[in-house]
Nanobody
Framework: QVQLVESGGGLVQAVGSLRLSCTAS????????IGWFRQAPGKEREGVSC????????YYADSVKVRFTISRDNAKNTLYLQMNRLKPEDTAMYYC????????????????????????WGQGTQVTVSS
């Protein structure tokens, strides 16, 4: 059974930092394209950042470039999202996700923004940024 479990969310003040974690079981993260998504009330779920299975390519949404960093610890089978200089606009439920295609060749720029390209999902962790 595939499970993705997010942690690390919480309430922080603007310009603060959080580090989100996504621990996977039932699949090895470095065999799949993986990423972080977020969804704010009344808005569609959007791709925030993605990392391809080999670790050779990353994608960041324009709104989080420079501020956020995606990384992976293969030994722990865990995906991270380091979020710095947080803004109230970053407030959302954050989800980690993985594609279902083993070592798939994926154009991250084209695929990451759209949740339909990802088949495995965690239950999310809430990030709230106060001003």
């Amino acid at each position: 059974q595939v499970q993705l479990v997010e942690s690390g969310g919480g309430l922080v003040q603007a310009v603060g930092s959080l580090r989100l974690s996504c621990t996977a079981s039932g699949l090895t993260l470095d065999d799949y394209n993986i990423g972080w998504f977020r969804q704010a009330p009344g808005k569609e779920r959007e791709g925030v950042s993605c990392l391809n299975w080999s670790g050779s390519s990353t994608y960041y949404a324009d709104s989080v470039k420079v501020r956020f960093t995606i990384s992976r610890d293969n030994a722990k089978n865990t995906l991270y999202l380091q979020m710095n200089r947080l803004k109230p606009e970053d407030t959302a439920m954050y989800y980690c996700a993985a594609t279902t295609y083993y070592r798939g060749g994926l154009n991250l720029k084209q695929a990451c923004p759209f949740q339909g390209n990802f088949g495995y999902w965690g239950q999310g962790t809430q990030v709230t940024v106060s001003s």
